[in-house]
């Protein structure tokens, strides 16, 4: 089993910053990539950010240049750095951990973003 549990969400204001963490925990071994979605009220949850054991990445174009994903596999935890936040990205924000590239075996709780305008 694979556990994640999720911090950093918060309010910021239009144009500022946040950065989310994801910490892995158990079974990290069967773990092949990590990701990061997002889901607002009445919306599917959509693809954010995801990035490999070996560290690559790939985005959502709504994302690209402005938010950055990484990870530190000595600590078990991934990251999303948040910047030029607009009010459209107020979400939920879920940490997801990959078997495969198409089978997600765990996500995180959740954590909100609110972004101000």
């Known amino acids: 089993q694979v556990q994640l549990v999720e911090s950093g969400g918060g309010l910021a204001q239009a144009g500022g910053s946040l950065r989310l963490s994801c910490a892995a925990s158990?079974?990290?071994?069967?773990?092949?990539?990590m990701g990061w979605y997002r889901q607002t009220p009445g919306k599917q949850r959509e693809f954010v950010a995801r990035i490999s054991v070996v560290g690559s990445t790939n985005y959502a174009d709504s994302v690209k240049g402005r938010f950055t994903i990484s990870r530190d596999n000595d600590k078990n935890t991934m990251y999303l750095q948040m910047n030029s936040l607009k009010p459209e990205d107020t979400a939920v924000y879920y940490c997801a951990a990959y078997r495969t590239i198409n089978e997600i075996i765990r996500w995180g709780q959740g954590t909100q973003v609110t972004v101000s305008s």
């Open positions: 158990g079974r990290i071994a069967s773990i092949s990539a």
